[in-house]
């Protein structure tokens, strides 16, 4: 890839970058705010590994809230009783929780699951994760939850610095998913996506492909469920239930668009917006949220990202029209009649 098209493809991801950088001086340093726009960064972050799993080989993984809590416990558990750094213990977690959305994949793609049975047992995974979460009390103190606060980085002591330790995540990862789809491996991916047969009978090694997909994916929100833990000071297993963190990331990808690189990170910002709107009427969240989701899968399927991209390309078109008419000295409205005249 020449270093102009390379400039392009990732002026986006530096625009969406910088944009973000500047949200805590928005807020005003207020602590507040910055829990708000840091959990919109994990929901982004989130939705970005969703977007490889579902928008591109199309892995309906309902698990995303069970991976970030198996890479949330198992980082604590290794730093508060194996006694290891928080750095190690990190990285053994995402490894470890990429292995699990790997093998995950593979038996989906081995015993030919298609994506509604893909997400069924998925969800079977997330309720025997909760359960073991009850179970092992031992290990993770059951409902009542454990406290993370001096089993990690300490972002939890300083909401700003966590909050760009957190965008840089996003933004490296939004990076990561740029190249990846702008290289070879992006047509494999969108083959993928419209044809899963037609790609095998092409060569491509469906297989290779969906495992590796769920293994960067589910590393990503395995690290980033580890990065929780030390921000929000706390876990249990409600804050890694399905309603809590695989609706809002499966309804911030079809809001912001599926398949799309900015998608995840507007999704995140709208859902998080609405999530603040609704969020003083108690249990009506729960009631808006299957309303957008209704509202998404019938009628705003597409997502605002390429809603938005149409818009301005058709803008783009009328204004270059315009200019057109003025450089050629056309009266407003002639060059119309004139193709409608032809036309008829």
Do not use: W
């Amino acid at each position: 890839m020449s270093g102009r098209r390379l400039l392009t493809h990732a002026l986006p991801v530096l625009g969406a970058g910088i944009a973000l950088a500047a949200v805590p001086l928005l807020v005003g340093g207020s602590p507040y705010g910055l829990r708000i726009t840091s959990l919109m960064l994990i929901l982004a972050i989130y939705a970005v590994a969703f977007n490889l799993l579902f928008g591109h080989t199309r892995q309906l993984f309902l698990c995303v809230g069970a991976l970030a809590g198996l890479g949330a416990y198992a980082s604590v558990i290794l730093v508060r009783d194996v006694r290891l750094s928080p750095l190690l213990a990190t990285a053994l977690a995402t490894v470890g929780v990429g292995l699990v959305g790997g093998f995950l994949s593979y038996v989906g793609v081995r015993r030919g699951l298609g994506v509604l049975f893909v997400g069924i047992i998925t969800v079977a995974v997330s309720l025997i994760f909760h359960n073991l979460l009850l179970g092992l009390r031992q290990y993770t103190n059951g409902e009542t939850g454990l406290s993370t606060r001096g089993l990690g980085f300490g972002l939890g002591e300083t909401p700003e610095r966590a909050y760009y330790v957190l965008l840089a995540v996003l933004v490296l990862s939004l990076g990561g998913y740029q190249l990846l789809l702008r290289s070879r491996h992006g047509l494999a991916f969108r083959a993928l996506e419209d044809d899963e047969l037609n790609a095998e009978l092409s060569g491509i090694d469906v297989t290779r492909y969906k495992v590796g997909t769920a293994i960067l994916a589910s590393a990503l929100i395995g690290l980033v469920g580890a990065l929780y833990a030390d921000v929000n000071g706390f876990i249990s297993p409600s804050v890694f239930a399905v309603g809590h963190v695989d609706i809002p990331v499966l309804i911030a990808l079809l809001l912001g668009g599926m398949g799309t690189t900015l998608g995840p990170v507007v999704g995140a910002v709208v859902f998080t917006l609405v999530d603040e709107l609704v969020r003083p009427f108690g249990q009506l969240t729960v009631l808006t949220y299957g309303v957008l989701l209704i509202v998404l899968f019938l009628i705003f399927r597409e997502g605002v990202v390429p809603i938005g991209v149409q818009l301005f390309l058709r803008l783009g078109r009328v204004l270059s029209r315009r200019l057109l008419r003025e450089a050629e000295g056309v009266p407003e409205g002639s060059m119309g009649s004139s193709e409608s005249t032809q036309g008829g």
